[in-house]
């Protein structure tokens, strides 16, 4: 695979604001990246034209999965949630797409207001967002998903994008069976401890997204990251993956002890081979629920 640098793409952004079609013309792998990175510019416009609820509901596939905090389906959310002048405001930076085109991801920076008048920002994160290609052309979101951090510090990465190797020749049944094993290792090393766990599967490029922290970015930053020594117990509840067997996600429970306390939450991490064949961790995110409120006795 390779990376592409890009300080920005020709954007198509429809008029109606539609979710982007794609023919014949665009099932190589590089041109569907573009694609998606088009169509998740077009979920953002929706949002500043019609509103925050409309575009989610524009964009979100049927079975698309937002958490609330832990992974409820989307579109009931959205459907059930009013129209409140939240503004979104975020720019996809860093995307990949599998060899098979019809399933990838975007990530990046995020702020949001109030109202779109306010001058200043409410809050700072970073989304995640799985898409894949419906079967009727359309590309929506499976998966959606995001952190907070404090204010940036400067500007947005440049975007950079991972293309695969379409040469790679790989037996689905085979990248499936490795898949699980990949996930089963991690899960027992990561009982032991979880920053090692993870720097033996992360990719190079992996991003690791934590609430209240900026994200770390490479494999060399991750201990970054990570406060200290730590064991985790993960509960997977969903997943899936593409066609060609190279990009997968999995979503669910984790608990977590480390030495200044333990939590809870709620996981997302995607999975991509690399050159040769093996699975690697490219996203890793976590969100700790609240600790529960101490009630006085009664």
Known sequence: ????????????????????????????????????????????????????????????????????????????????????????????????????????????????????????????????????????????????????????????????????????NVDPAEARKALQQAQQKFAAAAKRDLAAALVSVASDNIRVYRDGIFPSIGKDAIASILDGPGKIWLEQIGGDMSSSRDIAYSYGKYSIARMQGGAQGFYVQIWQTDAKGAWNIIIDLQKDLPPPENKPAS
């Open 1 to 168: 695979m390779r990376i592409v640098s890009h300080s920005f793409w020709p954007v198509l952004v429809s008029l109606s604001w539609a979710t982007v079609a794609v023919g014949a013309d665009q099932e190589r792998p590089d041109n569907a990246a573009r694609t998606m990175v088009e169509t998740e510019k077009n979920f953002y416009q929706a949002g500043q034209e019609r509103g925050t609820r409309a575009a989610f509901l524009a964009f979100l596939a049927d079975d698309g999965v937002v958490f609330r905090p832990g992974p409820v389906n989307g579109k009931k959310v959205w459907t059930e949630r009013p129209e409140t002048g939240l503004d979104l405001i975020w720019e996809p930076t860093f995307a990949s797409m599998a060899r098979s085109a019809d399933f990838g991801f975007t990530s990046g920076p995020a702020q949001w207001k109030a109202k779109k008048e306010d001058e200043k920002p409410l809050g700072y994160g970073q989304f995640v967002s799985v898409w894949k290609k419906q079967k009727d052309g359309w590309w929506k979101v499976a998966l959606d998903v995001g952190t907070e951090n404090p204010r940036p510090r400067g500007p947005s990465e440049r975007l950079h994008v991972i293309v695969p190797d379409v040469a790679l």
